[in-house]
């Protein structure tokens, strides 16, 4: 598998062969196991930042297996939350490829993690909104 991101570039991040998730598992991509720069989490799976960088610019996130689109989010639409400064979740309700299009079913992260009062709830499931 590989998730990209782009808007008029593509870039990837492949996922390792193999690599399996069962309803309810969460995989955590990072780009560094370093907490004191990634803030206080502990990522499943490295990638290369250079590469996949989601920084607000209105990306697209597509997951992909086998040269198919499994999934795609496009975070350019105008009803995507902008909390600057902080992230964005999707509420459980909406965990199908259909409803997580809808900006309306993403919230602003608020619960805190690691040492650097960061938001979001890298590793467990997101609480709804």
Do not use: H
């Not at 297996?65 to 639409?77: P, T, Y």
Request: glycine residues 16%; aromatic residues 6%; contains cysteine.
């Amino acid at each position: 598998m590989r998730c990209s991101s782009g808007l008029s570039s593509t870039t990837e991040a492949p996922i390792p062969g193999g690599t399996i998730l069962r309803p309810g598992e969460i995989l955590v991509l990072g780009n560094s196991s370093d907490l004191a720069v990634n803030g206080g989490y502990t990522p499943d799976l490295l990638y290369d930042g250079t590469l996949l960088q989601l920084n607000d610019g209105g990306e697209r996130l597509r997951l992909r297996g086998d040269g198919d689109v499994l999934d795609e989010v496009d975070f350019s639409k105008s009803s995507f939350p902008d909390p600057t400064g902080n992230s964005i979740f999707l509420d459980p309700k909406a965990y199908d490829d259909q409803s997580n299009d809808d900006g309306n079913q993403w919230c602003k992260g608020s619960a805190s993690y690691g040492n650097a009062g960061l938001k979001g709830t890298p590793g467990v499931l997101n609480p709804g909104c």
